[in-house]
């Protein structure tokens, strides 16, 4: 049974900084790339980045590029989205999804998903 599990979610002011992490089970970890997403509150789901199968490379959206970044430990099973500078407009539920073939922002081409974690950026 594939599990991914976000944790690092929480409560920062604007202008802080939290380290998302997205933890994998069940599959063979390193033959998927894996997309972080995110939701606001009555919005539709957007795609914050992606980092490749052996995480040599990444590409982040716009809104994110210069503030996010995203990392993996394959020996660890696990994807980190750190996040920097956040703003109120980060606001979300952010989620970690795995694709065995996409390498991009196309939320159908992910097979797999976590639940979400909550990060809320507010004074």
């Known amino acids: 049974q594939v599990q991914l599990v976000e944790s690092g979610g929480g409560l920062v002011q604007p202008g802080g900084s939290l380290r998302l992490a997205c933890a994998a089970s069940g599959l063979t970890f390193s033959n998927y790339a894996i997309g972080w997403f995110r939701q606001a509150a009555g919005e539709k789901r957007e795609w914050v980045g992606v980092?490749?199968?052996?995480?040599?490379?990444?590409w982040m959206s716009t809104p994110v590029k210069s503030r996010f970044t995203i990392s993996r430990d394959n020996a660890k099973n696990t994807v980190f989205l750190q996040m920097n500078s956040l703003r109120p407009e980060d606001t979300a539920v952010y989620y970690c999804?795995?694709?065995?073939?996409?390498?991009?922002?196309?939320?159908?081409?992910?097979?797999?998903w976590g639940q979400g974690t909550q990060v809320t950026v507010s004074s």
């Open positions: 999804a795995a694709s065995r073939s996409h390498y991009g922002p196309e939320n159908h081409k992910y097979e797999y």
């Open positions: 980092i490749s199968w052996t995480g040599g490379d990444t």
